[in-house]
């Protein structure tokens, strides 16, 4: 979401004539985007802002500023304690960055927006934002009312709304015409997309608008949430052609007294039974999850049970995190905190053991051949290709034609720990194959 919102501003001021530029040293404006879910990134928001003061000082015209979760949680202290900072922006006042700006440029002072009601758009379908890429996000609704204990989100980006079906559409049709082949929708909990109000298409309803869009080759979405995941939902997975069968599926515990605590509203069982399903209509689908270990009140036998269930899901990758207390959660109040010894030990042993499970995974494709859908030359070795499968798995291989953008058959030669290296095949045509 925040790659995406950081995106949705470069793209604005593009759009006004700004040019961006890949130095800090050389940029008239910066501004710092910032994410607030655990305190490990608000630390890395708060050195990179610590930058910001000596800039300030050898070139005082530079305008400077704090956006998103961080700006929304700390709000206008952020001002009194960076002197240097010239602005503050909630992550639900983004859209509007060039009238702070023009205000700021005008000498009209420091400014800050921190409104939690402004209402969210697509802002994708502007010219020029599908320019080089072949895939790209589309946030469908924004904010979170689920209140997950742990979690700040509901507080730093307020209540869960859901954009215009038609604009999603109409941006869908847009970004197509540009070229862009992928498309991943987003939002904190897309499968509760509409429910709130009650309005028509829900989720599955939406997918299947979409999925009928000539020209979508693959469609994405992240994140769900596994209480609103229903069995319509599910059976998407077996009816659209364009939706990728891959699903991230956060379980966040595997004991049921930590998801009780968390407020997740499902029981190991129900997620089991929901993975169980998607397996079953689609048996070829990828699952990856979010895990949290150390959470208040977490006993070795709470432990054991999210490690038995990675064992059981066998996910093909999972983030997983050190619980870290957030300022106006409930977990806060919770007893039994454990200490940061115990929570890398814990994490530690989740970790490696989820590592074995992936690259078991990513071995057992070997000899397969993928659809790949080609994104550009690779991250590390600009002489390759790179892609991922329809399960989001990354493909490298080497080819002497640019074929990004195509769809291509790779065969898979050695599977990694993150990563596939395959051969090409041939150009894939859904047509002939
Ligand atoms: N909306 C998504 C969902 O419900 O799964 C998750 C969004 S959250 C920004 C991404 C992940 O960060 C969560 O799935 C959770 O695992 C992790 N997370 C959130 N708050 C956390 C905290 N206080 N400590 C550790 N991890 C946290
Ligand atoms: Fe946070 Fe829970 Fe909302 Fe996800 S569903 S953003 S974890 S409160």
């Keep these: ?18 040019k961006k530029t890949d130095s800090i040293n050389d940029a008239h404006i910066i501004l710092i985007n910032t994410c607030a879910v655990r305190q490990k990134a608000e630390q890395k928001a708060f050195t990179l802002i610590g930058r910001l003061a000596s800039l300030k000082r050898e070139r005082p015209n530079i305008i400077s500023g704090i956006i998103g979760c961080v700006a929304q949680e700390k709000g206008t202290d952020l001002l009194q304690h960076f002197p240097f900072v010239d602005l503050v922006l909630g992550p639900r006042n983004i859209y509007r960055i060039d009238d702070f700006l023009a205000q700021i440029k005008e000498g009209r002072g420091k400014t800050s927006s921190l409104d939690l009601t402004c209402e969210p758009y697509t802002l994708t379908a502007c010219n020029g934002y599908a320019k080089g890429r072949v895939s790209t996000f589309l946030k469908i609704m924004e904010g979170c ?11 730093v980006r307020g209540r869960e709304t859901s954009l215009p079906a038609e604009d999603i559409i109409s941006a869908s049709k847009y970004l197509i015409s540009q070229g862009i082949k992928e498309i991943t929708l987003i939002g904190q909990n897309v499968n509760s997309y509409n429910t709130k109000n009650n309005t028509l298409p829900t989720f599955p309803g939406l997918l299947k608008k979409l999925d009928k869009i000539a020209g979508l080759e693959r469609l994405r979405f992240v994140t769900s949430h596994p209480k609103d995941l229903s069995n319509e939902l599910i059976g998407c997975f077996g009816e659209l052609t364009s939706l990728c069968p891959h699903i991230h599926l956060p379980v966040q515990s595997g004991s049921d007294n930590i998801l009780l605590l968390m407020n997740r509203r499902y029981t190991r069982d129900k997620y089991l039974s ?13 699952i990856t999850s979010d895990l949290i270990v150390g959470f208040p009140g977490e006993t070795e036998k709470d432990f054991e049970d999210s490690l038995q269930l990675i064992d059981n899901v066998e996910f093909d990758n999972l983030f997983s995190f050190k619980y870290s207390e957030r300022p106006q959660t409930k977990a806060l109040q919770l007893p039994g905190k454990l200490d940061e010894k115990e929570k890398q030990r814990r994490l530690f042993i989740l970790q490696e053991r989820q590592r074995k499970i992936t690259l078991s995974k990513n071995k057992k494709m070997e000899g397969s051949i993928q659809e790949i859908l080609v994104e550009g030359t690779g991250k590390k070795d600009d002489s390759q290709l790179t892609g991922r499968t329809p399960g989001n798995k990354v493909v490298n291989f080497s080819a002497n034609k640019n074929l990004k953008g195509q769809l291509v058959r790779i065969k898979i030669i050695k599977g990694f720990q993150n990563s596939l290296l395959g051969e090409l095949v041939d150009k894939y045509d859904r047509k002939v194959y």
């Design 1 to 18: 979401m925040n790659v995406h919102d950081s995106d949705t501003i470069s793209q604005i001021l593009v759009n006004k004539g700004y």
């Design 145 to 155: 009312d689920n209140f997950c204990s742990y979690c700040i989100v509901p507080f």
């Design 274 to 286: 929901l993975v169980e399903r998607l397996k079953i209509v689609r048996p070829d689908i990828t």
